[in-house]
């Protein structure tokens, strides 16, 4: 059995799942930050009504993303304008060229709750010979 920092506990194989925020606090233009275990930030953004967590930190640079603008299902970093897309993690723009983490979602009682512990795709350097 394992306790975090939040005081939750599992067992070997269970499944994970942190109360990351209520649902009414994610903006359509912004993401919403969250400190996880041991001070890990990710970003969850609302996309067509649906929730997407990512890492908060651009893979460029040391730049909150929850600090940028959101169009559609894609936030532009503050800091030099590189793009990513919320729900696959992929780099878009230059300079970003290494995708972000993403994590499973769900929504309990109007609470986003996060899996933290095994993202959905990790970061990767992105393959140049893949359309954007």
Same mark, same amino acid.
């Given at each position: 059995m394992t306790v975090s920092?939040?005081?939750t506990t599992t067992r070997a194989g269970e499944e994970r799942w942190i109360a990351a925020c209520?649902?009414?606090d994610v903006e359509?233009?912004?993401?919403?930050r969250?400190?996880?275990d041991g001070g890990q930030a990710i970003a969850v953004f609302r996309v067509d009504g649906a929730y997407h967590a990512t890492d908060d930190?651009?893979?460029? +640079?040391? %730049?909150s993303l929850c600090e940028g603008l959101v169009d559609g299902n894609v936030v532009e970093c503050p800091f030099h304008a590189g793009t990513f897309d919320?729900?696959? +993690?992929? %780099?878009l723009t230059f300079p970003c060229v290494v995708n972000l983490a993403t994590y499973p979602v769900r929504v309990e009682d109007g609470t986003i709750m996060v899996r933290v512990d095994a993202p959905?795709?990790?970061p990767t350097l992105l393959d140049?010979?893949?359309p954007a």
């Open positions: 920092d939040d005081g209520a649902a009414a359509d233009d912004f993401g919403t969250v400190e996880v930190r651009c893979t460029h +640079g040391e %730049a919320i729900v696959t +993690g992929k %780099a959905t795709t990790i140049r010979s893949e």
